[in-house]
């Protein structure tokens, strides 16, 4: 299952994404995390110090050598220079799979199960089976000629060509607001989870979320934040009915993680380990549907094709579809179906 964080900024994204993915680690699930907002915290929110967090290699850096490897032997790809952010697979492409070793692994992860525990046996107790991706920050030479979204086509290339079984799950930790529509990213999850605190402001943030999402029948879910007091909820749950799954009450563990504190999810509230619980079994029940993920994938890259990588590729980027390649079967082989 794939699942997407979004929110307004400040809401609490990453704190929900970091307590989500211990969560489902606690539970034994392999996890790939990929942190996708302009700021990155997901790193730190996990437990790692603000040093190892910055010197993970981001994906953007490999961003060419990630596409000459996915491209694979796909004749409709003839060079990685023709490959852009939305291409989707093909026949003779190299698809990702959880549990099989790729370049990536040594290019742009941190694999919280190899990581030095010895040295430190608290800092990675509860997260093994985890792995963490970031996009990357913007440096100097970003200022003011790039978007952030020149960041993240990287991330949504792994995306295309990731193949996810049962029991397995991506938790990406997205950029704030509206900004997740910039690209066909928010596309690619199974379910996306929208942080909204109990204002007006952020509930105008989730219905403009919605309104979107609506339109390609991306399935939304609300959790609330900074739960203080039983009116927060209910206020809350006034605005969203069943779309609201629950809401995180004011926990001193969390305050503890956010003061750079390490804590392991026993020290969560039993209340905030229940929503937990029931954000995952949510999150399970949404059906998979690799048929139209494909069709979103081929809409986007026609939209992109026309609107801005025709022109810069040189050549018609739309012929990049393969008409005759399927994810479904690749999915049914991983399924062992």
Known sequence: MRIAFVGKGGSGKTTLSSLFIR????????????????NQHLGTALGL????????????????AIKDYLRGDNPRIPSAAEMVKTTPPGTGSRLLRFGSPSPLDDWCTYDFS???AAADENATVD????????????????LGVACYHSKVGAAELYLNHLIDGPGEYVVMDMTAGADAFASGLFTRFDATLLVVEPTRKSLSVYHQYREYADEYGIVVHAVGNKITEPGDLAFLRGELGDALIGGLTFSRAVRAQERGERIS??????????????????????????????????????????????????KDVTTQIDPDFSLVDHMAVVSGV
């Open 23 to 38: 969560h489902l680690a606690a539970a034994s699930a392999p996890v790939l995390a990929i942190d996708a907002d302009i």
């Open 49 to 64: 110090d603000e040093r190892t967090a910055a010197g993970i290699p981001p994906l953007s850096r490999f961003t060419r």
């Open 114 to 116: 190899a990581a030095d």
């Open 127 to 142: 997260l093994a089976g985890v792995r963490l991706m970031v996009t990357g920050v913007f440096d100097e030479s970003d």
């Open 265 to 314: 999810l026993e020290q969560l509230e039993p209340e905030n380990r229940t929503l937990l619980a029931d954000l995952q079994r949510r999150v399970d029940e949404v059906p998979k549907d690799w048929a139209r993920y494909t069709e979103l994938a081929h809409h986007f890259h026609v939209k992109n094709a026309h609107s801005w990588a025709n022109s810069s590729v040189g």
